[in-house]
Structures are given as structure tokens and as C-alpha cells.
């Protein structure tokens, strides 16, 4: 018996191919049963993410378990795929990918958190519905062990590297949890949506959306649950907000000086975190002179996160010597 | 004995300081301080507790014994608020205070090697001094976590965010509302010692309750501020800090 893995992911596929191979998590006990059915397979298991599908299973022949997985992937699409999207691992080499997958080495956000859960459930549904056997079951609790390890022992989780996410974190840093904090959307852009969207998954309180067309900005609101403000009208709002999150198209300053200044006694001088994600800058610089005041411009924010990608990438080596380390004491190499 | 006792219960602030500091360096949180501090206070208790029995009365005799007072009124508020406020970083940032108290109470000639045993007790009295220094405990915390307030501000203003001291210090609002919380149970505390030194035999309007009273008012109209009119979390460390100094530099004069 042999372990193999064929898959694609971002690396090798573009959105286009990888669309065709995504299984719903639902169904991800069912996919693993239809690698079963494949002649000499006995055993398998489907990860299937935004950014890859993989195909682990356990079979009597590694070269003829791959053809029929081969095969079998060619169905699904509906055609031959050719082999320049489809890498093919067998023995050891799986088990250091799927370390690599689920430590997150191997993911477009390097260190991201999120594949380690989504290639569990994937192995749950698969045992769940009596489809993994043997040395599967092995690899994939070995894997899930060394990933622990790895996320625990290095830093590679550490830092944020993404706009949204190091808003979040000096948001966090500012006020502690966000379910008492409200926040302002200036400009209904996509930095805007994805920036507030990432605020809202970490529990911010509500959202006020305003912009220069005010339908754009209902629409926004609604997509946010927030509440859309007439653009005339922001000043007012800001009294009552904790984060402003400004991404306007305009060509000059939107939030000045003397409209922070006129909210802070309303503020009662409470801190306010502005986030300037707009180029040209939307918020005065001199708005940071104020003593209350946390101002963060887009380079700074690029600037945190390039030093967090920085920082993770440096811990490849490092994550790398403890799967090979762990594979080799549990016999998977 | 007793002193024995103090320089035992300083060894463990600055095993907890150190080891907190190491923590730090990891950008990390030592639990350990929390249980150096516990060690510390019981140690503080003991050495309070024989000079008390040994005076027959508060052990507040001597500059010692104030300075010992205050420092485990230090180290009281510090378990009193570090697990409500998750601050237990806020050791790592008493210890050192508390240090430098108890090695200046261990100094030579601060502190009698036989205290005298207290004739007659006088209850006002006892309670000014105990909860005039406890409110000093309380007020020197606010110090504390004003000066963290500060650090984390300025890292914050200056975008320096790589540092090990701005991932283990505590989020902003939960600093600032620690300093106007400590100065309101300070003050509290210590409108509770000048009516008590209002009330003691003797007492009355003396240099040393004017002090008293001008530190009071101090603090007074910074928390008034603070509750009606706001001000920001920066000024309000800043004034906590500078009202602290003053008061110490004023009590000693008088």
C-alpha cells in the first residue's frame, strides 16, 4: 500500500480550473467515497479549498492509483486538463505536503490559519463517512499533530499581512475587543468593504457607510447591515464613531484638521483610530497631531504588513526542519 | 527577624520583575510574575503583622515602616487589579517601584530595631495613617498604568509597532479606564484617612491636613474634569503622574 496525492492549487492553476474541482464541504465525504470506488484505492480523502483540491488517497500501486485518480480528475472536469495544472506526490513527499498544507507553508497567505480547520473537517467528513483506512488515518493525525506544532513552536502565524487584517489588530490594540466600537466608512469602494468587513468579523459594534453618491453608499450599508449617512452629514457621525476607514476617489482632503477638532469635545477626548486607505490621502496629516487621535495612512499600513510577510517568510526554514524532524521520528520518511 | 522578612518578600519583585522582563524580551507574558507578587505580599503581611504586634499599634512608626506600608499597599492593588483588568503586566512595571521603596525601608537608620510599644492607641489616628498610605498605594498604581498608558501611546503616535513592549502592553482603553479607575479608589480612599485625621484627638487644620487637602483637591478636579467635561487619556495620565510627584515632594516637607 502506497499513499498518494494529486491535486492543483493557486500555484499551478488559475481560478478558472480550480473552480471545476471545488467540492462543497458538505460533500466532502461523498467525494472521498468516489475515490474508493476507484479500482485498487482503498482508502481516501478530499481537501477542497478557495485556493486548491487535493486528492489524498491509499492505494495498492502508487503509479496506478495516481493514472486512476488522473482519470478520475478528467472526469470531473469534463476533459483532459493536461498535466501542467496537476502535481502528483507519492510516500514520503505526501506526507511533508500535507505538513506543509496544513502549517500553512503552503498557502497564498503564508502561515493563514484558517486550511489547518478546512483540512481537518475535510479528513472528519472522510472518516465520518468510513473512507479512510490505515496509513491514512495516520498521515492525516501526524499532519494535524505537526501543524499544532508548528503554529505553536514558530512564529509563522505571527504579524498580519493583509490591509484589513492590520486594521484590525491596531484597532484591537486602541480599544480592546471591538463590540463597543463603531465605525465609519468614507467612500464605498472595494478597500472600504473588505477593511469594514474585516472589522465586522472581529465584532464591531455598527457601521455608518458615507459617500458622495448616497446610493452607493446604501448599498454598502445594506451588504454591511450598517447605516448609510448623507455625505453633508458625516461631521456629525463622527462624534459618535471610534474607527473612521477612509477610501474616497477625491482629489484633496476630505477629513481636515478642524473637522476632528470640532468633534472632540462631543468625544468627550475619546481615542479615535483613522485608517487612510486612499491615495491621494483622504485625512490631513496633521489630524494625527491630535492628542487623542491614532492615524494610519496606507503606506504605513503596507508597511506593517510587508514587515509581518517578512517576518513569516523568514520561519519557512524553521517550520520546514521540524515536519521533516517529526515525519522522520514517526516513520512517515 | 522582621527585616529579614521584607528583604525576602524584595527578592521576590525583582524574581518577578526579572522574569517578567525575560517574558517580554519573548514577547511574551509571564505568569510567574503574578505568583512572585502573591509570595512578595505574604511576605509584606508578615513583616507588617510583627512590627504591628511589636508597636501595639499601625506599623507606621517610623519612614521604614511607611515605605513598607506603601509598598505592599502597591503590591495589594496590584492582585486586587490585575486579574480584573488582565493587567498582569502591570507588575512588571510595579516591581521596580516597589523595589526601590523596600530597599530605601531597608536602609540603614530608616527604620528602628526595636520599635516602641505605643502607650495609649489612638483609632482616628491609626486609620489616618493606614488609609492615607493605602490611598497612596492605589494613587501610585494610577502612576503605574498611566506610565504604560504613555509608552503605549506614544508607540502608537510614533507607528513603533515592532517592538516587544507594544505586543505584551495592554489595548489603550484598557489602560486609560485602569488610570481613572485606581485614582477613583484612590481618592476614595483617601477622603476616607482626612476625615479620619479630621477626627483624631489633636488633629485639626494642621500644615500637614492642608497638604492633604490640596492633594485631595488636586485629584478632585482631575476626575471632575474627567466625568464631565472629558479629557484625553494622555493629559489624564500626565496629571495623575505630576499629582503623584507632588504630593510626595509635599509630604515631605511637611
Sequence with gaps: MELICLGLNHHTAPVGVRERFAVSEPKLGEAAGELVKLVGLNGGVVISTCNRTEYYALAESGEDGARQLREYMNRHAGEDIGDDHVYAKAGGDVARHLCRVVSGLDSMVLGETEVFGQAKRAYQSALESGHTAGDLNRLFQKAFAVGKRVRTVTGIQEGQTSVGSV??????????????????????????????????????????????????????????????????????????????????????AVVTKADVEGARRKRKFRPLFLIDIAVPRDIEPEVGEIEEVYLYDIDTIEQIATEGKGRRSEQIAVCEKIIEEELVKSGLL | MDKWLLAGSTIMVVLGGGLGMLALQRGQRSHWTVVCMLAAFVLQLAFLGLRGEARGACPLGDHGEKLAFLAWSLVLFYLLVGPTYRLSLLGLFTAPVVVIFQLLALAPGMMTNDPEHVAEVNAWGEAHSAFSVLSFGALALAVVAGMMFLALNRLLKEHHLSTGLFKVLPPVRTLSVSVVRLTLLGVIILSVGMVSGLLMEGGGLNAHLVAALIVWLGYFALLVTHYTRGMTPRRFSLGVIVLFVFSLIVFSLV
Design chain 1, 167 to 252: 486594521a484590525v489588530d491596531l484597532a484591537e490594540k486602541i480599544f480592546g475587543h471591538l463590540r463597543e466600537s463603531r465605525v465609519m466608512v468614507i467612500g464605498a469602494g472595494e478597500m472600504s468593504r473588505t477593511t469594514a468587513q474585516s472589522l465586522l468579523s472581529r465584532g464591531a459594534h455598527s457601521i455608518f457607510v458615507t459617500n458622495r453618491s448616497f446610493e452607493r453608499a446604501e448599498n454598502l450599508a445594506k451588504e454591511l447591515d450598517g447605516e448609510a449617512v448623507r455625505f453633508d452629514d458625516w461631521q456629525r457621525v463622527l462624534a459618535e464613531v471610534d474607527v473612521v476607514v477612509s477610501s474616497t476617489g477625491a482629489p484633496h
